[in-house]
């Protein structure tokens, strides 16, 4: 998302007079289970593969958007849109490596449940 989008999203949520809205960092690890189609410019219809696998997620704590957060601190006004997008950013990469292993990364270990296989 562009700093733009996340600071509509930011005003829509903080909006006087409702009840703010909570952000939260989440990943998910779905190629699994519905991975492209080996082409592209499929017709209506085309068929698609779909696996019957597990899948990874994480949330993470729930973002503070203030600009009174410590993500903003010593950050100009005009660059508080940008501040607030790059932590976004951060936090939602590491829920990304907190499931990198069951995205197939043979670098990473990766516990699965018991009885869990890898496609």
């Known amino acids: 998302m562009t700093p733009d989008a996340i600071e509509m999203m930011r005003k829509f949520g903080t909006k006087k007079g409702v009840q703010p809205t909570t952000f939260y960092p989440m990943a998910m690890a779905t190629f699994d289970i519905m991975p492209p189609p080996s082409t592209v410019g499929g017709a209506l ?16 704590e729930a973002l ?6 410590s993500w903003a601190e010593g950050v100009e006004a005009d660059g508080l849109k940008a501040a607030l997008a790059q932590h976004a950013y951060d936090k939602v990469f590491r829920e990304y490596e907190s499931i990198e292993g069951c ?17």
């Open 45 to 60: 219809g085309e068929e698609r593969v779909v696996n019957y696998t597990g899948v990874g997620l994480s949330l993470g």
């Open 103 to 119: 995205m197939g990364s043979v670098d990473k270990e990766f516990s699965m449940p018991a009885g869990g296989v890898r496609p």
């Open 64 to 69: 503070d958007v203030s600009p009174d957060a």
